[in-house]
């Protein structure tokens, strides 16, 4: 279990840079500034809940069951960010009622973490 979370969390990682410079370099110049900011804003919240990942699977190393709340963070980033990349790279306005959805998972992510840091009892 530990593994794929952090395998997850090195993944969605990398690909936050890699997306990161993509929009800043790549995009800067066929992309309105707002744009950008839409797509930066997927990248920014990509990047802190694969740290938080990261953080999980050390966690969950220590024996905290963590898992439902990692997958709930990797379909976040999946729903929120990925939206944000697709609205903001092509425009198409149907992705943007997606990304509240990926909001939704990021919080029920951290409500399940909260709520096993809560009930794990720490040596």
Do not use: N
């Not at 999946?78 to 990349?85: N, Q, R």
């Amino acid at each position: 279990m530990v593994k794929w979370i952090l395998i997850a969390g090195g993944v969605f990682a990398g690909l936050a840079v890699i997306l990161g410079a993509f929009a800043a370099h790549g995009l800067k110049q066929s992309l309105s500034p707002s744009a950008i900011a839409v797509f930066q804003t997927g990248v920014q919240y990509q990047m802190s809940h694969a740290l938080a990942l990261i953080l999980f699977a050390l966690l969950a190393k220590q024996g905290v069951p963590l898992q439902w709340a990692a997958g709930l963070l990797c379909a976040g980033i999946i729903c929120f960010s990925g939206s944000l990349y697709l609205l903001a790279t092509t425009g198409v306005k149907w992705f943007g009622p997606i990304t509240p959805l990926g909001g939704l998972m990021f919080i029920l992510g951290w409500v399940v973490f909260v709520y096993q840091i809560i009930r794990f009892e720490f040596k």
